[in-house]
């Protein structure tokens, strides 16, 4: 019997600033620096010694693995039974965008925030630290979560994505958490047409409005910038999609109930982009696509799902 593949997916230690912070102290309030300077400090070696123990772990199990740096990820990823990120959300989305429906992957929090810590410096600065809301795993139970995926205890859940088309060509990269279409400049308007489809036909009004751009959100990014902005949390294996649009103009009373939907299973959402640019952001500003006047982009849940080993506590919701 072959040996079990891994792909150790790690969260890079040059997003930690403490190490570029000695030619700007004088230029921090000097009660503040030495406390936010050690907040960095543990933040860089609690992540590191995480991977170091990770790599220990898989170093005792029979499995054949291989560690790289998110940044250098660049094609999609396959010939692997399993991929683990270790570091937060951003890392596991990231792994997200070069993964089909085959592969189940693990987060692991590198860096879990610490309550007392940040109850300690509130007067002081957000000493919040990585969420790490899809990620089952922490230092401190990898061991135990990965013994039971690989001894079949523990099964991946199976969780939406969002379909981009561009103009009927339809994206390669799906996202996990949200899609952000809006001009590149966050002060200028956004004129956006859309509506919605079942099956082909319509079913919903046409909404023209101008705003700051619209999202749409998985089950999953509900909880993200979605929640932020007046949305609902949504369970975590729902089909559905939410939309908000932000911050719109509204010249009628009777389209404020048409900013802030859902988009069922079974719907596509239909928008016309009436800018003279802007982008399609995809998980965040790490990802985009371009899109000018006149473009249509379809969204829909109809995206291959992904395999997410999850924290019990989200599917006891």
């Known amino acids: 019997m072959s040996r079990r593949r891994v792909l150790l997916l790690l969260k890079p230690f040059d997003v930690f600033p403490s190490r570029r912070t000695e030619g700007i102290s004088s230029s921090l309030p000097r009660i503040k620096y030495p406390q936010v300077k050690h907040y960095l400090d543990d933040r860089y070696r609690v992540h590191k010694d995480t991977i170091n123990y990770c790599q220990n772990v898989l170093c005792q199990k029979s499995l054949d693995w291989e560690p790289l740096?998110?940044?250098?990820?660049?094609?999609?990823?396959?010939?692997?039974?399993?991929?683990?990120?270790?570091?937060?959300?951003?890392?596991?989305?990231?792994?997200?965008?070069?993964?089909?429906d085959s592969i189940p992957i693990l987060g692991v929090n590198s860096d879990p925030t610490k309550p007392e810590e940040v109850k300690e410096l509130s007067g002081e600065f957000d000493a919040t630290r990585s969420t790490g809301y899809l990620c089952a795993a922490t230092a401190g139970n990898?061991?135990?979560?990965?013994?039971?995926?690989?001894?079949?205890?523990?099964?991946?859940?199976?969780?939406?994505?969002?379909?981009?088309?561009?103009?009927?060509?339809?994206?390669?990269?799906?996202?996990?958490?949200?899609?952000?279409?809006?001009?590149?400049?966050?002060?200028?308007?956004?004129?956006?047409?859309?509506?919605?489809?079942?099956?082909?036909?319509?079913?919903?009004?046409?909404?023209?409005?101008?705003?700051?751009?619209?999202?749409?959100?998985?089950?999953?990014?509900?909880?993200?910038?979605?929640?932020?902005?007046?949305?609902?949390?949504?369970?975590?294996?729902?089909?559905?999609?939410?939309?908000?649009?932000?911050?719109?103009i509204l010249t009628e009373a009777a389209n404020s109930n048409l900013m802030h939907g859902i988009i069922k299973s079974d719907q596509t959402m239909y928008m016309a982009?009436?800018?003279?640019?802007?982008?399609?952001?995809?998980?965040?500003?790490?990802?985009?696509?371009?899109?000018?006047?006149?473009?249509?982009?379809?969204?829909?849940?109809?995206?291959?799902?992904?395999?997410?080993?999850?924290?019990?506590?989200?599917?006891?919701?």
């Open 142 to 248: 990898f061991e135990q979560v990965l013994d039971k995926i690989l001894e079949g205890f523990m099964a991946p859940s199976e969780v939406s994505r969002i379909s981009i088309s561009l103009n009927g060509q339809v994206l390669s990269t799906y996202a996990l958490n949200d899609v952000l279409v809006a001009h590149p400049c966050p002060a200028t308007i956004s004129r956006i047409s859309f509506l919605l489809k079942t099956d082909g036909e319509v079913s919903s009004p046409l909404v023209n409005c101008r705003s700051s751009g619209l999202r749409v959100s998985t089950a999953a990014g509900s909880t993200a910038a979605m929640l932020s902005a007046g949305g609902f949390p949504m369970p975590i294996l729902c089909d559905d999609l939410q939309y908000m649009v932000r911050e719109p």
């Open 69 to 100: 740096l998110r940044n250098n990820l660049c094609q999609p990823i396959s010939n692997v039974d399993l991929v683990i990120s270790v570091g937060g959300d951003g890392t596991l989305l990231q792994a997200s965008h070069f993964m089909d």
């Open 273 to 317: 982009w009436h800018s003279k640019e802007g982008f399609i952001y995809i998980d965040g500003s790490n990802m985009f696509q371009s899109i000018q006047h006149g473009d249509v982009i379809e969204l829909s849940s109809m995206a291959p799902i992904l395999k997410v080993f999850l924290p019990p506590h989200l599917l006891r919701t």
